[in-house]
């Protein structure tokens, strides 16, 4: 059965702070692990990282898989109060769109 | 805005009862995954319908059913509700064999049971 475990589950940072949200998975025939916001209903997509896609970058968002430890770490740099929401990270076996997810983790940025 | 619309926002019903959510594909996508997310919780899959065919199943009962259309809409229908089955229902939109950055997301059904 397919596993994806989050950690920390929750975290409290400040404005400013950089935070590592950090994901552990367990899939047969990988192939895609994918990194959503979600602030209340909606997943937002945020990066799709593959075994020839490893490293992704957008604005103070960055994500990193590691193929050899099955694992990712999504990175936020300078926080901001519009980056609290739960961020959830989800592993994707073939393509066929059958997403296993973790619990999540929930940000708080606090001014 | 993805294009993905979902009916009821939210409802409550009463342990028993039975319930009906609907899910609306974004244009051109022939398959629709269903998720349970519970408080807390990350979303578990329930099923996916690839052009009207229930194309794989998650650890959900059989009271768990659902439907896909001719347009590629579908139902996710719960019967004999129970207190645990309260959490948001995503409908998630896509085209068969692409991978997860085209996965679009409904807002999801806040369902209550009391």
């Known amino acids: 059965e397919d596993k994806v475990v989050q950690s920390p589950l929750s975290l409290v940072v400040h404005e400013g702070d950089t935070v590592t949200l950090n994901c552990s998975y367990e899939?047969?025939?990988?192939?895609?692990l994918l990194w959503y916001k979600q602030e209340k209903k909606a997943p937002t997509f945020l990066f799709m990282l593959?075994?020839?896609?490893i490293e992704k970058k957008s604005g103070r968002l960055s994500s990193i898989l590691d193929k050899k430890e099955l694992s990712s770490i999504l990175n936020i740099t300078a926080t901001q109060t519009g980056d609290s929401a739960i961020y959830l990270c989800?592993?994707?076996?073939?393509?066929?769109?059958?997403?296993?997810f973790g619990k999540g983790i929930t940000l708080s940025v606090r001014p | 805005e993805t294009g993905v619309t979902q009916s009821p926002t939210h409802l409550i019903k009463t342990r028993g009862q039975q319930v009906t959510l609907r899910c609306s594909s974004q244009?051109?996508?022939?398959?629709v995954s269903w998720y349970q997310q519970a408080l807390g919780q990350g979303p578990q899959f329930i099923f996916q319908?690839?052009?009207?065919?229930?194309?794989g199943r998650g650890n959900f009962p059989p009271r768990f059913s659902g439907l896909q259309f001719p347009n590629y809409s579908s139902e996710l229908n719960v019967n004999a509700l129970e207190l645990d089955d309260s959490a948001l229902y995503l409908c998630?939109?896509?085209?068969?064999?692409?991978?997860?950055?085209?996965?679009?997301f409904g807002e999801g059904s806040w369902l209550t049971v009391v």
């Open positions: 244009s051109g996508h022939n398959t």
């Open positions: 998630a939109s896509s085209w068969g064999g692409t991978s997860g950055n085209t996965i679009y």
């Open positions: 593959t075994s020839s896609g």
């Open positions: 899939v047969t025939n990988f192939r895609s």
């Open positions: 319908y690839y052009r009207e065919e229930e194309n």
């Open positions: 989800a592993v994707e076996p073939g393509a066929n769109s059958k997403l296993t």
